[in-house]
Nanobody, 125 residues
Framework: QVQLVESGGGLVQAGGSLRLSCASS????????MGWFRQAPGKEREFVAA????????SYADSVKGRFTISRDNAKNTVTLQMNSLKLEDTAVYYC??????????????????WGQGTQVTVSS
């Protein structure tokens, strides 16, 4: 069983930055792609970003492209989401997730295997 634990959420003003981290258990971390999704109140969970097992390939939702950066440290079993130029519409619970393959870019939550408990990001005006 893989456990994912997110941290780094909080309250930030529009235009500011936050850095989310996700720590993963297990010894095969580098074998799997990792991703971030988010879910705002009353909305479906949506894809934000994904990264391949080595970290060499990434994919982003159009809404965050150019503002968010996903990265990973396989030595520490962590994946990070750096969020810059935050907007009010970025407010959501952010979830870390592990894919079923080396690099998954599926926008469907059902295509991902393990999920963290989520961390709240609130952007204020």
């Amino acid at each position: 069983q893989v456990q994912l634990v997110e941290s780094g959420g909080g309250l930030v003003q529009a235009g500011g930055s936050l850095r989310l981290s996700c720590a993963s258990s297990g010894r095969t971390f580098s074998t799997y792609g990792m991703g971030w999704f988010r879910q705002a109140p009353g909305k479906e969970r949506e894809f934000v970003a994904a990264i391949s097992g080595s970290g060499g390939s990434t994919s982003y939702a159009d809404s965050v492209k150019g503002r968010f950066t996903i990265s990973r440290d396989n030595a520490k079993n962590t994946v990070t989401l750096q969020m810059n130029s935050l907007k009010l519409e970025d407010t959501a619970v952010y979830y870390c997730t592990r894919g079923r393959t080396y690099f998954s870019t599926s926008v469907l939550p059902g295509a991902w295997d393990y999920w963290g408990q989520g961390t709240q990001v609130t952007v204020s005006s």
